[in-house]
């Protein structure tokens, strides 16, 4: 199983140096992770190390599409506060 890289990613480059097997590449621009590559970390750490840099929420997902960092994770912003300033901008 390997994690992915989602539209979220603001291609900071904090996930590409601690990948323990190099699975995080730049593909035509976009990061990417190669799914022949990542192990999830499984063996090396206890939880994902592009995962745990990352700063930007909803960026990474599992195999099941379930973001590493979800909505309000790293901010601290409820979800609902969040949608509502979402609709304030539109
Ligand atoms: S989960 Fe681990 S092995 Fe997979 S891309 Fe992220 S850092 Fe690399
Ligand atoms: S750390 Fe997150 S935002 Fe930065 S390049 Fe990696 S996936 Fe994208």
Known sequence: MALRITQHCVGCW?????????????????FTILTSSCQECDGDYP???????????????????????PPGSLTGVPIAVRHHAQSLLQ
């Open 14 to 30: 904090a996930c590409a140096g601690v990948c323990p097997n190099q699975a995080i590449q730049v593909v035509h621009q976009v």
């Open 47 to 69: 939880d994902p190390q592009c995962g745990a840099i990352c700063p930007i929420e909803e960026a990474i997902v599992d195999a099941h599409n379930q973001a590493i960092n």
